[in-house]
């Protein structure tokens, strides 16, 4: 896999559990997709490649969607995976947009299945916007993967439970 970032840095710099003192989490820089599109098309050209890993901390969604466009326009077909925030922002709509493009996997960091804890580490999402995300995601043919975290201050055995019985039931859905 040819590695990449979509972006520099990380845009949301708000979970309570990450260094964002880094540089490299710190420092948010975008490209244009065009630019961007420019960079794989020289490394297919360069490698004979087609596969790209976006290692970004979490790539933004108007970041993949103007990515997808492009290189839907230049019919420049990669396959391509990344890691995401599971926000409200990847509807199914854009879901389906990625994977035309070339998406074929996803990861992200649920880290728990508890909106107490979630809220406690500030990352912005509720446990029913993952299982929408991921469904959506499933729907467009897209593998999801789904980090999870043990020992968060105040998070008990029973809601280490609950997150391994939410990922069972995404598995049992299909979306991961």
Known sequence: ??????????????????????????DYETTTAALLVDRIEAIVKET??????FVDEAAPPKALKALAQELLKRGTTISWWGN???EKSFTPELCRLLADSGCIAISGGLEVASD?????????????QVA???????????????????????QTVQDTVDALEFVRQLFAAGCI
């Open 1 to 26: 896999w040819n590695k990449l970032t979509v972006a520099l840095g990380c845009y949301w710099k708000k979970c309570s559990f990450c260094d964002v003192s880094l540089a490299y989490i710190s």
């Open 84 to 86: 995401i925030r599971f």
């Open 48 to 53: 004979g490649q087609t596969g790209f890993h």
């Open 116 to 128: 107490r804890l979630l809220a406690l580490m500030k990352k912005g999402v509720t446990v029913d």
């Open 132 to 154: 929408r995300v991921t469904r959506g995601f499933a729907d467009a043919g897209v593998l999801v993967h789904a980090y999870l975290m043990y020992g968060f201050p105040t």
